[in-house]
């Protein structure tokens, strides 16, 4: 009735209508109108949103459904246990875990696009193993060279806010991109490189994720390591001690609340307490 213009006579004509500029929506609208669609679907049924008989329908005080963020924290919890199997997999495949070698790596970011590739502008890598400590290291900035169209503002202010990296002529980047990603292929070659143990915050292994799979672009080859949860190896590695691992909240607090001193071959308290 309101677009008299269209001939609906059926869901099919109207898929045909709607689908195309469905496509064109960015993933953000989608989420909106999915969330519009789900509200809107409740108030037809004629049921209030915190109906206690519908536990289904019931939202928090950011009218998100109840159901979707106990189902998105179920998940969350599965996917750090299927990691955690991995993980544990590979250091059981070592005859000492102490001698695993395993990588951190951190990256900073210029610009996150909206369909979810990160721009880098530094990435720092560190060889390590419970016996040895730190055993290498390589650290690098990616000239993240042009940005998409409207993004150069979101990078200046990202620059100032964080870490004074300018979007352009930084006298460090380096467009070298086949010279770092050799570098960084040759400090994770190890003696078993079926699968190199490469770790990140939580937080950010996905945003670490993107900017390898981005340098792997630049090169023209695919380059896109698995990065599991540092705190998740941490967790895991405490079990091969025979003792009760602390909360992840506990381990976070103890990663990245604590000032660790950055030189290579060096060995803390803990490292030697375990392999006393």
Request: some cysteine.
């Amino acid at each position: 009735n309101l677009h008299p213009q269209y001939d609906i006579r059926g869901p099919q004509i109207l898929v045909q209508l709607c689908d195309p500029l469905w496509r064109k929506l960015t993933p953000d609208e989608k989420r909106m109108w999915n969330q519009k669609a789900k509200e809107e679907h409740a108030r037809q049924l004629g049921r209030k949103m915190n109906s206690p008989g519908d536990p289904s329908l019931r939202m928090d005080c950011n009218r998100k459904f109840i159901s979707e963020r106990t189902l998105a924290e179920k998940a969350e919890v599965d996917r750090r246990e299927r990691e955690r199997k991995l993980v544990r997999e590979e250091m059981e495949r070592c005859e000492e875990v102490i001698d695993k070698e395993f990588y951190v790596i951190d990256a900073l970011s210029i610009v996150d696009y909206l369909d979810g590739e990160c721009v880098p502008c530094e990435i720092a890598v560190v060889k390590c193993s419970v016996r040895g400590g730190i055993l290498g290291y390589y650290h690098f900035f990616p000239d993240p060279g042009p940005l998409r169209p409207g993004h150069f503002a979101e990078a200046l202010e990202r620059c100032e806010l964080e870490h004074e990296i300018n979007p352009k002529d930084f006298p460090l980047a380096s467009s070298d991109y086949e010279g770092d990603v050799s570098k960084l292929v040759n400090l994770m070659r190890t003696n078993d490189p079926k699968t190199p143990l490469i770790f990140a915050r939580s937080s950010e292994a996905k945003k670490v994720e993107s900017c390898l799979a981005w340098l792997g672009i630049r090169v023209e080859q695919e380059f896109k390591p698995r990065v599991f949860e540092l705190e998740s190896f941490v967790e895991e590695l405490i079990k091969f001690t025979k003792n009760s691992p602390p909360t992840f909240a506990q381990i976070r607090r103890l990663l990245f609340e604590t000032k660790f001193d950055f030189v290579q071959g060096n060995r803390c308290d803990t490292t030697f307490k375990l392999t006393k």
